[in-house]
């Protein structure tokens, strides 16, 4: 057995255990590792949020570049039977969305952007985060909009993983699932179990078609999520106790001590003892002439802080970021790279940055947004047109924070070369800058055509614009131009029909 075992295990020797390989193995299914492990990953992602400085860095790192400051927004895109947008439906569900999105939980402390921050906040240190769907007249609850629907935000200790009423054998980790595996009921605490009043333990069963689950997950069949903290613990810890000893040792260096010290035994002399209190005056540029032959004076210096600490700590802080996906820049505020590494660095952290945002709003945006729409279209609030495709009635695209510009200039540049080429559309360069293509045209009518009543004018609102962008040449010709201008005519038709020089070349005519 002993030798079937080795040879079936040949090409794998990390499979067989030795004296310098200790083998460690989680052999448990998602749910039961969830169920010994997830309280304490918790606790202590909460306890070093609460008292550890960098956690808390990454913490905000992780929750500005995938919520922002203004939250996911929404660019509704409900289309007519032809496949054209409707632009009335969508500018009203944009309107009713942004009043709604002042007061849409049930408390009323805070906006949807708030909200989504402190949601995300929730997701990323606990690993789950739920919502309950309150829609229409409910005891003891006031919409504070005139949409009947707010949101209650739960956090994961609301549903609790250990519970002895869970005997069903399709309960888990107190979520009720049918047989192939789809959530169908929570079981959800009526009242906070770590609030004063934790005796009060009842539970409900909240239909699953009422609750929202965001969770982080890394194994298929998961039913909670685990922190995002879970693999880098151990390194904050070890990290934040390294600079606490180092701060003790650098407070003991700052205490200067001083001795005498003594030449050969043979200077001892018998009723020295008796000059024990002798005091020196401590003041700058002092002359030390008190001393006895053969006495001089030495400093205990325990040469801290460490030149070490900054590189460990820097070295400790990278691997930590690595593990929850920040940018270790951001979180460190030290930007002394080179252009071409932070331009990497960001490139590489906007994916892990987009990826968590992309799970946000699949887990409680877009539900939030078509329960929202559903509301207002049974209530009245908005009217659904005849003539509008019904399976584009939810369509949308949400954005949250963009990628920065490192380079303005370099980054506009390519935008427009490409605008010019056909590879982009000028409401996709807007779109990938966060804002609504819609409205930024309509503020850019407005403002020129008061400009225009004003009699002002500017470069941008000039009827022809013969600035030189990404670099192009004019010339006679008319080639290599991007986007002709409505005067960027032919030149077969005479001198007479010809256009001048000046405006040639042109990007785009904004009259």
Known sequence: MKWAFKKFFGAYETAVPSRTNDIKKSDGDADRSIQIAGKTLIEQARYLEENHDLVNGILTTLVNNTIGRDGITVEPLPRMADGTVNREL????????????????????????????????????????????????????????????????????????????????????????????????????KRHPGSLKAWDVDTKMVPAERMLHAKLTNRIGQTRGVSAFAPVLIRLNDLKSYEQAEQVAARMAACMGLYIKRGNPDLYQPGDEADEDRYFDMAPGMIYDQLLPGEEIGDISPNRPSQLLQPFRDSM??????????????????????????????????????????????????????????????????????????????????????????????????????????????????????????????????????????????SSTASTDDTNFGGEENDDSGEGKGLRTQGDKSDDKGDGDKESDDNKGSAVRLR
């Open 317 to 458: 802080l990278k691997a930590a970021t690595s593990g929850v996906n920040a940018n270790y820049s951001t979180v460190a505020k030290d930007y002394s790279g080179t252009y071409s590494a932070q331009r990497q660095e960001l490139s590489d952290s906007y994916v892990n940055y987009a990826t968590l945002q992309a799970d946000f709003v699949a887990q409680v945006c877009r539900p939030m947004w078509e329960q929202f729409v559903t509301v207002a279209i049974n209530s009245g609030i908005l009217k659904q047109p005849s003539g509008l495709n019904p399976d584009t009635l939810y369509d949308a695209q949400f954005r949250g924070p963009v990628q920065p510009w490192i380079d303005p200039s370099k980054e506009a540049s390519a935008n427009l070369i490409q605008v010019r080429a056909g590879f982009k559309s000028l409401s996709q360069v807007i779109r990938e800058r966060g804002e609504n293509p819609r409205k930024v045209f309509a503020e850019i009518k407005r403002e020129r055509d008061e400009l225009e009543e004003m009699e002002i004018a500017l």
């Open 90 to 189: 969508a500018d009203e569900m944009i309107l009713k969305y942004d009043l709604w999105s002042q007061r849409p939980e049930v408390t009323g402390e805070l906006t949807r952007a708030g909200m989504e921050r402190i949601l995300a906040r929730s997701l990323y240190r606990d690993g789950e985060v739920f919502l309950q769907h309150v829609v229409g007249m409910r005891r003891g609850v006031k919409h504070l909009t005139d949409i009947p629907y707010s949101v209650e935000m739960l956090e994961c200790d609301m549903v609790p993983i250990h519970h002895p009423d869970d005997v069903d054998g399709n309960m888990y980790n107190g979520v009720k699932k049918n047989e192939w595996g789809q959530p169908t009921h929570y079981r959800v605490y």
